[in-house]
């Protein structure tokens, strides 16, 4: 028949679909974040950029978007996101960017370090300690071998 497919040759099954599954599971987790740090007024990619300066003090901004997986385009967005609310400062020298605190960055770290612990909370009576750390575990695994595949 025209416009049928045979279910036969097709191994599409997104039951058991890593990539269906960890997406599934990113979009689950994202919905509980937005609604933890919804009292920060940032995104978790935003919260988690402002907490490493404060911890720092000032971090090159190569060494935030490699320690984050984000690429430069991303990490200049979200940077000169928290530049224009003043949450972040950049200091220049010669060809590096470096990131700096703020007043107003560090009056939101203990409103952010709140959210991180209500995300925790939001989770972790889903899987034992033994079982996150397995998570953790292959998905490290998991992350490294993609990415010398790309290499």
């Known amino acids: 028949m025209k416009g049928t497919i045979?279910?036969?040759?097709?191994?599409?099954?997104?039951?058991?679909?890593?990539?269906?599954?960890?997406?599934?599971?990113?979009?689950?987790?994202?919905?509980?974040?937005?609604?933890?740090?919804?009292?920060?007024?940032?995104?978790?990619?935003?919260?988690?950029?402002?907490?490493?300066?404060?911890?720092?003090?000032?971090?090159?901004?190569?060494?935030?978007?490699?320690?984050?997986?984000?690429?430069?385009?991303?990490?200049?967005?979200?940077?000169?996101?928290?530049?224009?609310k003043k949450l972040v400062a950049k200091r220049t020298e010669g060809k590096n960017v470096f990131i700096c605190s703020t007043e107003e960055g560090l009056l939101l770290q203990d409103e952010i370090i709140r959210s991180w612990n209500r995300l925790h909370d939001a989770y972790k009576n889903i899987l034992t300690e033994e079982e996150v750390l397995q998570f953790i575990t292959i998905s490290s695994k998991l992350i490294e071998k993609l990415q010398n595949q790309e290499n």
């Open 6 to 84: 045979n279910n036969d040759s097709c191994n599409c099954k997104l039951d058991s679909c890593l990539f269906f599954s960890t997406t599934k599971l990113a979009r689950e987790f994202s919905k509980i974040a937005e609604e933890a740090f919804g009292k920060t007024g940032l995104s978790t990619s935003h919260a988690l950029i402002l907490y490493m300066v404060n911890l720092e003090g000032e971090l090159h901004q190569k060494e935030i978007g490699e320690k984050l997986h984000l690429t430069p385009s991303t990490i200049t967005r979200f940077i000169e996101k928290l530049v224009r």
